[in-house]
């Protein structure tokens, strides 16, 4: 019988509690809601995938930090591709994603002081980063041009890369500086 973890289904829940919030509020279309349900979908199976693959039985301390990121992340997609259709609240929109970049800033130093810093926790956070940062890059395309698509672009590209040259794939040294950097 396979291991229920309770943490990615706490997440998908969460979501959808959420994106009935923006809808009650601020109008939430079908394919907003559709963008933050499936993105809220495919972050329980991965996070479920990867905690089955770690052996981890549950969520650590900077992992619950990181799944509430990813819940204002699945808001902040919702909220960008309902703007194609009719005008978004900026406010909402800044709000939700100031949140979660300072959030950002939590998790890590939450996994170090707990001692529960994980591989799983590490490559959690940056996927959620990576996806925040794409969304964003889509919602200002249209007003700064589409350039700024290849900022989003890159952690997906890198990846695709990755399966054509195998190289890419090693684990890298620590360096302060990809911090600094990233």
């Keep these: 019988m396979p291991t229920v973890r309770s943490g ?16 009650a509020t601020v109008g939430l279309s079908t394919a907003g809601w559709l963008a933050g349900a499936g993105y809220a979908a495919l972050t329980c199976l991965a996070l479920s995938r990867g905690l089955h693959l770690s052996g981890a039985s549950r969520l650590g301390p900077a992992d619950r930090v990181t ?19 009719h ?12 949140v979660a970049l300072l959030l950002d800033a939590v998790d890590g130093q939450v996994a170090r002081r707990t001692g529960t810093v994980s591989a ?11 996806f925040l940062i794409l969304v964003l890059s889509v919602y200002v395309a249209p007003a700064a041009g589409s350039w700024v698509l290849a900022i989003g672009a890159m952690r997906y590209v ?11 794939r090693g684990a890298l040294p620590p360096r302060y500086w990809r911090k600094v950097v990233a």
């Design 87 to 98: 005008p978004t609240p900026v406010g909402l929109l800044v709000a939700l994603s100031t």
């Design 8 to 23: 990615p289904v706490i997440g998908l829940s969460a979501q959808l509690v959420v994106l009935a919030a923006l809808a």
């Design 120 to 130: 799983l926790g590490a490559r959690f956070d940056m996927e959620v980063d990576a």
């Design 67 to 85: 799944l509430a990121r990813a819940v204002l992340v699945g808001a902040v997609t919702a909220l960008v591709v309902d703007s194609f259709g």
């Design 158 to 168: 890198f990846v695709a890369a990755s399966a054509v040259l195998p190289w890419l």
